[in-house]
T-cell receptor, first 114, second 110 residues
Framework: DAGVTQTPRHEVAEKGQTIILKCEPV?????LFWYRQTKIQGLELLSY????????DGGAFKDRFKAEMLNSSFSTLKIQPTEPKDSAVYLC????????????FGSGTRLTVL | EQQVQQSPASLVLQEGENAELQCSFS?????VQWFYQRPGGRLVSLLY???GTKQSGRLTSTTVIKERRSSLHISSSQITDSGTYLC????????????FGSGTQLTVMP
């Protein structure tokens, strides 16, 4: 049973670059979440999709962060342009249909912006 | 303001000791969940506990919704329990999302 798959595991970018992170949710799951994790801020919600529709766009992250879900089995998170403060681990999670008890996380992408 | 506060921030135990982790919320919540994360590892759900007491093996969670708090008790800690424990809650406001605390870093020594 495949879990949530995130690629790449690590990404290094120069300031100002555009990077795209990828996520494949658990097959059949309707909800998909993008979180950012840092030591200082902890986990912050970036985006939330239900059945491919954007439900939550993360407020403060709107201007340079854009998540898309082109089909039910694939999502991307684009950061454009990147800044050093974007260095963090980006986590993707999926759930069959909401409900905290059924949230499955990927291993994350560690982004370093120089 | 942090909506989910966890304490302690870090905890060091000897193997076999018990651990008590605390979580408090600044707003009312519908449900609480505890997660575990090894360094560099993925977040794994441990216990979903909207209210009352729930147990899973050596883990016991007690949530008191009216008092806006939840706790996680780990009995007879093992070295493999080392890692970060995160508490997350869903606000009662209706927007389904999980808000996470900063975590408690647990180290169990031999």
């Amino acid at each position: 049973d495949a879990g949530v798959t995130q690629t790449p595991r690590h990404e290094v970018a120069e300031k100002g670059q555009t990077i795209i992170l990828k996520c494949e949710p658990v097959s059949g799951h309707n909800d998909l979440f993008w979180y950012r994790q840092t030591k200082i801020q902890g986990l912050e919600l970036l985006s939330y999709f239900r059945s491919k529709s954007l439900m939550e766009d993360g407020g403060a992250f709107k201007d340079r962060f854009k998540a898309e879900m082109l089909n039910s089995s694939f999502s991307t998170l684009k950061i454009q342009p990147t800044e050093p403060k974007d260095s963090a681990v980006y986590l993707c999670a999926s759930s069959p249909q909401g409900g905290a008890e059924t949230l499955y996380f990927g291993s994350g992408t560690r982004l370093t912006v120089l | 303001e942090q909506q989910v506060q966890q304490s302690p921030a870090s905890l060091v135990l000897q193997e076999g000791e018990n651990a008590e982790l605390q979580c408090s919320f600044s707003i009312f919540t519908n449900q609480v969940q505890w997660f575990y994360q090894r360094p560099g590892g993925r977040l794994v759900s441990l216990l979903y506990n909207p209210s009352g007491t729930k147990q899973s093996g050596r883990l016991t969670s007690t949530t008191v919704i009216k008092e806006r708090r939840s706790s996680l008790h780990i009995s007879s800690s093992q070295i493999t329990d080392s890692g970060t424990y995160l508490c997350a809650m869903e606000p009662s406001s209706g927007s389904w999302q999980l808000i996470f605390g900063s975590g408690t870093q647990l180290t169990v020594m031999p």
